[in-house]
């Protein structure tokens, strides 16, 4: 069974300052990992996935996430934090590709301090 | 590609009565989810479809859940006698199998659920 931790589940940053969001996963088989976005009254929608390819993923609007296999950890950067950022960042975990049978983690809610 | 689309998107039911919610799939996605998102909580797999076939419930899927998708198109998520505790958002999401975003849901705006 495979699972995800968000640290954290609320974050404020100041605008232009670096966001970070964590999360560690539990896997027994090579995960692949995802983080995906909630902005209010919208759908899930995905930044950026980890399908082994290269450990340094970069998604839309500037995140990016690195994977850590030492660590057990997936998480979100970005440089330099935007008003538009503020939303709800769900980590998610999957034992195979293609199986879209997703286990999230319980989210972080990032506000941006003007 | 007008993405997944569900209906209602709010619903106010009183306990005891039934509740059925409908998604629209991205036109060519042959796979359809089904997850339950609460205050607080990820959202939380409940069931999918690849075409018309349910290959997969949750344990959190009780009997009075049930959910179809007759011709591999919308599906239907019909919650029967509800309870408080089914008081959540009601996640669609669909995928291709095929194709260059493979593996990637697209999820719906929801449709929430409460039960007085």
């Known amino acids: 069974a495979q699972s995800v931790t968000q640290l954290g589940s609320h974050v404020s940053v100041s605008e232009g300052a670096l966001v970070l969001l964590r999360c560690n996963y539990s896997s027994s088989v090579p995960p692949y990992l995802f983080w995906y976005v909630q902005y209010p009254n919208q759908g899930l929608q995905l930044l950026l996935k980890y399908t082994s390819a290269a450990t340094l993923v970069k998604g839309i609007n500037g995140f990016e996430a690195e994977f850590k296999k030492s660590e057990t950890s997936f998480h979100l950067t970005k440089p330099s934090a935007d008003m538009s950022d503020a939303a709800e960042y769900f980590c998610a975990v999957t034992s195979s590709w293609g199986n879209e049978k997703l286990t999230f983690g319980t989210g972080t809610r990032l506000t941006i301090i003007p | 590609d007008t993405g997944v689309s569900q209906n209602p998107r709010h619903k106010i039911t009183k306990r005891g009565q039934n509740v059925t919610f409908r998604c629209d799939p991205i036109s060519e996605h042959n796979r359809l989810y089904w997850y339950r998102q609460t205050l607080g909580q990820g959202p939380e797999f409940l069931t999918y479809?690849?075409?018309?076939?349910?290959?997969?419930k949750s344990r959190l899927l009780s009997d009075r859940f049930s959910a179809e998708r007759p011709k591999g198109s919308f599906s239907t998520l019909e919650i029967q006698r509800t309870e408080q505790g089914d008081s959540a958002m009601y996640l669609c999401a669909s995928s291709s199998t095929t194709g260059t975003n493979t593996g990637e849901l697209f999820f719906g705006e929801g449709s929430r659920l409460t039960v007085l």
């Open positions: 479809f690849q075409n018309e076939a349910q290959l997969e």
